[in-house]
């Protein structure tokens, strides 16, 4: 058996009933092979059985009391799986569908995302499969505040800095900020996507829905297109894809879906401004359901339980959650017409989905590198925060278009380096990769 064989089988021996991480790491360690035939330094320090080896994981349990005195308990955990380029940084997720395998994958996938973005950052994710669906604000405060109780001792502004994910909004990271603060007695930047008035920065909120746009242009320009007259696709209804929709609509393109766990609406005629703001009340202030949007619009056609990968589109914007789409979604997409697709999820294509875009060569953009948008606009609060400072929008707007403009770059170009040109999934595992393995060598046996 080859080097990466042999690691990806010592994966699955440690890790079963973990298909979601399994299916992350060998999509990786299939783009590392000829990297590691080409540096065998790597081998001889055994890389990629350290890279592919959380450095912690913490799992609690968070107990809290609903709004009928009743008892609950809760799951929490937190994966700091790489700090080999800066403090762990990653999402908190709360979601029924939490578990250990889906976090390991996510903060497996965030070191290379992380990587990429050039900043000082290491990887981690966590989460609970608390959900915050229906939950009264006082019910979400209880139980942030448990989380945090358990989580405080293991994070720091140098150490470990979480974010937002799904289910932890607005709402819920200033919950968990306060009992920090309360717990700790000081006030620092240890979570990211805080409100603005109190050390949040401007941009945070659109920063992976703009970032995965601004990828999809550079993929773009190099086939000599833009957004102008394109017709989008988007999956999810949240936060990223909001964002998508509103950065699509600037740059002259048309988003003629969003969708949730329970269906799609289509609005062929498209997803204009005031269609978005409705959207935004819906799914940020209300927590209502994407039907509600058909019965608003009535041009617009809401499909129960279906996702938007039959209608045709030029382009495609997956942002729901992994695995959303399959090899016969992909084929459908490709049949369709589509020839672009940026993932504002992570790992939202099935293996064989992957397989069908890179096969039609079509322009595809893997959510490491495409929806890195987020993190970057992470690190650039860390760094106000650091710097006691505050910087405008077109600043940091400036600084998500270089950063998302220098990983479409990376990713090409170690593509073209190690002999699959065009393959950004390939260059962005390599380019991401490399990074980290030259620091864990730097660092020593640790």
Not at 107 to 117: G, P, V, W, Y
Not at 277 to 291: C, T
Request: proline share 4%; hydrophobic share 35%; glycine share 12%.
């Amino acid at each position: 058996m080859s080097y990466v064989s042999d690691v990806m089988e010592l994966v699955e021996r440690r890790n079963p009933a973990e298909p979601e991480f399994h299916q992350a790491v060998q999509e990786v360690l299939n783009s590392l092979a000829p990297v590691v035939e080409r540096r065998t330094e790597y081998k001889e320090a055994r890389i990629l059985e350290r890279f592919v080896e959380p450095e912690r994981v913490i799992i609690f349990r968070v107990p809290w009391r609903d709004d009928a005195g009743r008892v609950q308990v809760n799951r929490g955990f937190r994966v700091q799986f790489s700090s080999a380029l800066g403090p762990y940084k990653g999402g908190l997720r709360f979601h029924p569908t939490v578990n250990l395998g889906i976090l390991k994958f996510l903060a497996f996938e965030q070191i290379l995302k992380n990587s990429l973005t050039t900043l000082p950052l290491g990887a981690g994710k966590g989460g609970s499969d608390f959900d915050p669906k229906g939950k009264s604000d006082n019910e979400v405060m209880r139980f942030c505040q448990s989380f945090m109780t358990a989580l405080c001792g293991h994070i720091g502004p140098n150490v470990d800095v979480p974010a937002g994910d799904i289910g932890a909004g607005d709402r819920e990271i200033g919950y968990l900020f306060g009992q920090y603060k309360r717990l700790r007695g000081e006030f620092s930047g240890v979570l990211t996507g805080k409100g603005l008035g109190w050390g949040g920065s401007v941009m945070r909120p659109e920063a992976t829905g703009y970032g995965c746009v601004y990828f999809a242009e550079n993929m773009l320009i190099t086939r000599g297109g833009s957004f102008e007259g394109k017709v989008c696709t988007v999956s999810g209804s949240g936060n990223v894809a909001q964002y998508v929709v509103e950065k699509v609509t600037q740059l002259g393109g048309k988003c003629v879906s969003l969708s949730d766990s329970n269906g799609t609406v289509y609005d062929p005629s498209g997803i204009d401004e005031e269609k978005l703001a409705f959207v935004m009340e819906l799914k940020n202030m209300r927590r209502g359901r994407i039907r509600e949007y058909a019965e608003k619009y009535h041009d617009a056609e809401y499909r129960e339980s279906e996702r938007p990968w039959d209608i045709k589109c030029d382009c495609a914007f997956p942002c729901a959650t992994q695995n959303e789409i399959s090899g016969a979604d992909a084929t459908l997409l490709v049949g369709n017409g589509c020839t672009l697709v940026s993932e504002g999820a992570n790992m939202p294509t099935e293996p064989a989905g992957v397989n069908v875009f890179l096969h039609n060569k079509i322009l595809y953009g893997p959510g490491k590198a495409a929806n890195a948008g987020g993190v970057a606009v992470s690190g650039l609060e860390m760094a106000q925060n650091s710097q006691r400072t505050v910087w405008t929008s077109e600043e940091v707007d400036g600084r998500l278009r270089d950063i998302m403009r220098a990983i479409h770059e990376a990713a090409h170009k170690a593509a073209e380096e190690y002999g699959n040109p065009g393959n950004l999934v390939m260059g962005a595992n390599v380019a991401g990769f490399i990074r980290v393995a030259d620091a864990m060598l730097d660092q020593g046996l640790v």
